[in-house]
């Protein structure tokens, strides 16, 4: 038996009630971020909070309790699952009311639920590298809010997967923004380019760590978009994300991205990102 964080209390999975009227549940209406826990210690989590905030911010949506607060009860959870390595999944909701598109007037409360999840660490992909398709970026114009709405997400992954591919690396026209659930990079003649954090991706927390880690190793960075074609040009092609930490991308669409084999570069960025992890796996 799990628990889950519900509202201000942590109960059991099973004590845990949603209204069919719940504007996540109808309407997608929400917010979401996922945690990633190592050794039983939460990665990120202030940049995480501060993000949750910022996306509830953007659809006018006031979650019912503090930073600290709301901290202190992911905490908890942490603590009474006994999670070492995984991840924390949270949502806010609107809230319930009766279906009507416009937000409900009156008392409406959002709705917290999290919970954790014990996960490996995806260590072969990490050495072998995964492979990619296109597809083409259906979503809406605000990516930059880490919504409930992921339909646009889900039947790109999708189609990925029935090609046999771990990520879909999306496109709007020619130009990459991001992956169904990551951000795109890509290495070339020495440097680091990835799309800059506008509306059209989401600013990934580890993508502003990979930046970092690019600044104390010494490649140069350039937020600048780059087309599908100077993709399969790129010296070396990876992918980041609360969960894919730095994944290498070997292939898209059946091209291999330089001879598919890993680069130096992404290596040189596993291991800088490997000294931030606290109490370090390390990546053998
Ligand atoms: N872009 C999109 C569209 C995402 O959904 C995510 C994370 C990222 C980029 C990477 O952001 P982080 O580095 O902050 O994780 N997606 C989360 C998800 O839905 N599952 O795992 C991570």
Redesign the pocket.
């Known amino acids: 038996m799990g628990y889950t964080l519900w509202n201000d209390k942590i109960v059991n999975d099973d004590e845990v009630v949603i209204s069919k009227e719940d504007r996540g549940y109808q309407f997608g209406d929400g917010v ?1 971020e ?1 945690i990633k826990v190592y050794n039983g210690e939460m990665f990120t989590i202030d940049e ?1 909070i501060d ?1 949750l905030y910022l996306s509830a911010d953007k659809i006018k949506l006031t979650i019912p309790m503090t930073k600290d607060k709301l901290h202190k009860l992911i905490h908890e959870l942490v603590e009474k699952d006994q999670l070492g390595t995984g ?1 924390i999944y949270l949502q806010f909701t609107r809230g319930t009311s009766p279906r009507v598109h416009n937000f409900p007037v009156g008392d409406i409360q959002p709705v917290l639920t999290a919970y954790t999840k014990e996960n490996a660490r995806p260590l072969e992909n990490f050495e072998k590298g995964v492979k990619a398709t296109f597809v083409e970026d259906i979503r809406w114009l605000r ?1 930059d809010i ?1 919504s409930l709405n ?1 339909l646009g ?1 889900v039947l790109a992954k999708q189609e990925a997967v029935e090609k046999g591919c771990y990520e879909a690396i999306l496109h709007r026209g020619d130009v990459v923004t ?6 795109v990079f890509g290495i070339k003649d020495g440097v680091l380019y990835t799309h800059p954090a506008n509306n059209f ?7 502003t760590v990979v930046l970092e880690c690019a600044n104390e190793i010494g490649l140069p960075v350039k937020e600048e978009a780059f087309t599908k074609a100077e993709t399969l040009e790129m010296d070396e092609v990876f992918v ?5 930490e730095v994944t290498p991308v070997i292939s898209i669409d059946d091209v291999k991205i330089a001879e598919g084999k890993v680069g130096e570069w992404t290596r040189k960025l596993q291991a800088q990102f490997e000294t931030k992890i606290p109490k370090s796996l390390q990546v053998k």
């Open positions: 979401y996922v995480h993000r991840h990516c880490k992921l997400a991001e992956g169904s659930s990551t951000n991706i989401l600013k990934g927390i580890t993508r980041t994300s609360t969960t894919s």
